[in-house]
């Protein structure tokens, strides 16, 4: 079954404009990680934030975690065509070590 | 070796057929897990292990599924009798611990015909 659930499912945007996209989940988590495909390949870890923090940054990439909303937001500012992949978040429930996936959004960055 | 690594990357296999899909983590990495994801849909997950314990193996959809990671390193993900709904992309990741960030081998795409 599916912890998170990425709002949207789908997006278009264009080259140089900020993405947002955000994750809603059920339980209590530990830790919750964004992650990148480009086209059915390989998943790229993005970031990893824990339930104690609130806000992380790498690069152009912005997480936040509300855990009284159960939410996490990424946001990818001044995006390139390069960016367009689908992203999935994954949450680590409290109780245990494995971590779900949500279906992802699909983001499309046209130049 | 640096990465996760899968292998074979492609396997076709005729239905009845038994498949072994091998895992290889990130050397020193304590947690491995196994994912399958079919087309447009995010991983779901199998089953993973700490060390060579099994956690967790409520993922596996039916008894033709079973993973053993034997000396904590190595992992085999065995598929019995296949089915054409087995057909999917299966995705093996390890960590070094609960908390820390996991990493994604290439996968290994399985079709059955």
């Known amino acids: 079954s599916q912890q998170g659930e990425e709002d949207p499912q789908a997006l278009s945007i264009q080259e140089g404009e900020n993405a947002t996209m955000n994750c809603s989940y059920k339980?209590?988590?530990?830790?919750l990680q964004w992650y990148r495909q480009n086209s059915g390949r390989g998943l790229v870890h993005l970031i990893l934030?824990?339930?104690?923090?609130r806000e992380k940054h790498s690069g152009r990439l912005r997480v936040t975690l509300d855990t009284s909303k159960k939410s996490s937001s990424l946001l990818i500012t001044a995006s390139r065509a390069a960016d367009t992949a689908s992203y999935f978040c994954?949450?680590?429930?409290?109780?245990?070590?494995?971590?779900?996936f949500g279906p992802g959004t699909r983001l499309s960055v046209l130049p | 070796g640096a990465g996760v690594s899968q292998s074979p990357r492609y396997k076709v296999t005729k239905r009845g057929q038994d498949v072994a899909l091998r895992c290889d983590p990130i050397?020193?990495?304590?947690?491995l897990y196994w994912y399958r994801q079919a087309l447009g849909q995010g991983p779901e997950f199998l089953t993973y292990?700490?060390?060579?314990?099994?956690?967790?193996k409520s993922g596996l959809p039916n008894d033709r599924f079973s993973a053993e990671r034997p000396e904590g390193s190595i992992s085999t993900l065995t598929i019995q009798r296949t089915e054409q709904r087995d057909s999917a992309m299966y995705r093996c990741?390890?960590?070094?611990?609960?908390?820390?960030?996991?990493?994604f081998g290439q996968g290994t795409r399985l079709t059955v015909v």
């Open positions: 292990f700490n060390y060579e314990a099994q956690q967790d």
């Open positions: 050397s020193g990495h304590v947690s």
């Open positions: 934030i824990r339930s104690n923090e």
């Open positions: 990741a390890s960590r070094e611990g609960a908390a820390a960030e996991a990493f």
């Open positions: 339980t209590s988590i530990n830790n």
């Open positions: 994954a949450t680590a429930p409290s109780y245990g070590q494995n971590f779900v």
